[in-house]
């Protein structure tokens, strides 16, 4: 089956800095990637659609400015979390379609984010 | 928007019995139904989906119905052991587009 990677899987930063989690896909070309934020105990919450070549779509009370998306290239999204704060701490998701004919989404192995 | 019900939040079985997770959603328009498997601090894995003109589909142990008309989908496992336990997650989705996520079951086996 298709990889989708994650770098870092785990980051610690402190109050206020900024940190860049990027998610890959190894084996395809992916035109979007989504980005999910998963709280302890909780369910996956969709954040963002990632683009390749155009904006990223936002979740209602998702703060664009705070999250950025870059859909670099077709095999690269990465998501900066601007000054971040304790409450930014959270396991992030991507996954990625193979391609717009397909059902079945690829997801990464997610990044664990600590804000102290 | 589609809004995806799932319950029990919380399921414990003995092992070698049967386990049901069941699962609702509202947007009729929705036609891929995957179930998801989490174990801590690892990603969701795909355990089996069903798209909306099957009704049923099975693979070894873990098999998922899907009734359209009540749009409601259920993924049962049977035979279940130790390594069975972990969150499941049932989602909903358009071919390609965005996934909504149930809540989740935490599913324990008993030895």
């Known amino acids: 089956g298709a990889v989708v990677s994650q770098h870092p899987s785990w980051v610690i930063c402190k109050s206020g800095t900024s940190v860049k989690i990027e998610c890959r896909s190894l084996?395809?070309?992916?035109?979007?990637m989504f980005w999910y934020r998963q709280f302890p105990k909780q369910s996956l919450m969709l954040m963002a659609t990632?683009?390749?070549?155009?904006?990223?779509?936002?979740e209602q009370g998702v703060e664009k400015d705070k999250f950025l998306i870059n859909h670099a290239s077709l095999t690269l999204s990465t998501l900066t979390v601007t000054s971040a704060h304790p409450e930014d701490s959270s396991f992030y998701i991507c996954?990625?379609?193979?391609?717009?004919?397909?059902?079945?989404?690829?997801f990464g192995p997610g990044t664990r984010l600590t804000v102290t | 928007g589609e809004n995806v019900e799932q319950h029990p939040s919380t399921l414990s079985v003995q092992e070698g019995d049967s386990a049901v997770i069941k699962c609702t959603y509202s947007d009729s328009a929705s036609n891929y139904f995957p179930w998801y498997k989490q174990e801590l601090g690892k990603g969701p894995q795909l355990i089996i989906d069903i798209r909306s003109n099957v009704g049923e589909k099975k693979d070894q142990r873990i098999a998922v119905t899907l009734n359209k008309t009540a749009k409601h989908f259920s993924l049962h496992i049977t035979e279940t052991q130790p390594e069975d336990s972990a969150v499941y997650f049932c989602?909903?989705?358009?071919?390609?587009?965005?996934?909504?996520f149930g809540q989740g079951t935490r599913l324990t086996i008993n030895p």
């Open positions: 084996d395809f070309q992916a035109t979007t």
């Open positions: 989602a909903a989705s358009k071919r390609a587009q965005k996934l909504v």
């Open positions: 990632s683009n390749e070549g155009s904006k990223a779509t936002y």
């Open positions: 996954s990625a379609p193979r391609d717009t004919r397909t059902y079945e989404q690829y």
